[in-house]
């Protein structure tokens, strides 16, 4: 991730849908129908994944094991709370389990630290570079000292860390009552988080190209595609 200045402002029979449609169709058609989103990741280059608030999934073109991972999660009764995917496909879920591919070792053990503790790990995002955030019910790590000091700008001036994401090339710390993103975030969901949001932010997952999606992590959500 480039090193750039930051700047703040104030989940029917099966668990799971595919569609065979461009992934932009298929976001659109799917929320359209619904009318709810939980959570979700979106990416340039490996699809889309829907949580809906029924219990739900639906996705586009993911990574194949990742897919298989959701369908058995979900068959089985267990609760994927976050999943982020990186645009050369590698992926992780957090939920009642954990699983993914191509994780930073260091980003595991940062997980297992947070649970020997006691902590209910909510967030694991990761990019291609190796950098990645982990977020428990009591604390956050990141793997470099710059974005660690980021997250505790956000925690001192707009409350307890959510949640988290990043990209190659910029991130956004969610916070209680605000935001703090690391490097450009797209113009559109900036203009969206300062003037026009419309309920109460817990996720938040964008792509280089400018595509997002922001949920009140149950049913409410806003999104826009490219």
């Known amino acids: 991730m480039k090193k750039l200045s930051v700047v703040f402002f ?27 989103c939980r959570n979700g990741t ?4 490996w699809g889309y ?29 267990r609760t994927i709370d976050d999943v982020c ?19 930073p070792d260091s980003m595991w053990a940062q997980i297992h630290e947070f649970l020997q503790q006691g902590d209910r790990v909510t967030c694991a995002t990761f990019n291609d570079y190796g950098e990645w955030i982990v977020i428990s019910d009591n604390h956050f ?13 956000a925690s001192k001036e707009f409350g307890f860390i959510r949640a988290a994401a990043i990209t190659n090339s910029a ?5 209680e009552s605000g935001f703090r993103r690391i490097g450009d975030i797209p113009p559109d969901l900036h203009d969206y988080l300062k ?8 996720y938040i997952k964008f792509t ?10 149950y049913s409410r959500y806003d999104y826009s595609l490219y």
């Not at 065979?20 to 359209?32: C, K, Q, R």
């Not at 280089?208 to 992590?217: A, C, I, K, N, P």
Request: aromatic share 12%.
């Open 10 to 36: 104030i989940s029917v029979v099966l668990n799971t849908f595919v569609f065979p449609s461009s992934e932009g169709d298929f976001i659109h058609n799917y929320l359209e129908r619904t009318r709810t």
């Open 42 to 45: 979106i990416t340039d280059n």
């Open 49 to 77: 994944l829907i949580f809906d608030g029924q219990g739900k999934c639906a996705y586009s073109r993911i990574p194949r094991t990742l897919a298989e991972y959701i369908d058995n999660e979900l068959d089985t009764g």
């Open 85 to 103: 995917i990186t645009e050369r496909g590698n992926w992780f879920c957090v939920g009642d389990k954990f699983g993914g591919v191509g994780y």
């Open 141 to 153: 790590a990141s793997s470099d000292k710059s974005i660690q000091k980021v997250m505790r700008k």
């Open 171 to 175: 991130g956004i710390i969610i916070a």
């Open 195 to 202: 003037n026009k949001q419309r309920f109460d932010i817990r």
């Open 208 to 217: 280089e190209r400018g595509s997002w999606l922001v949920t009140d992590g």
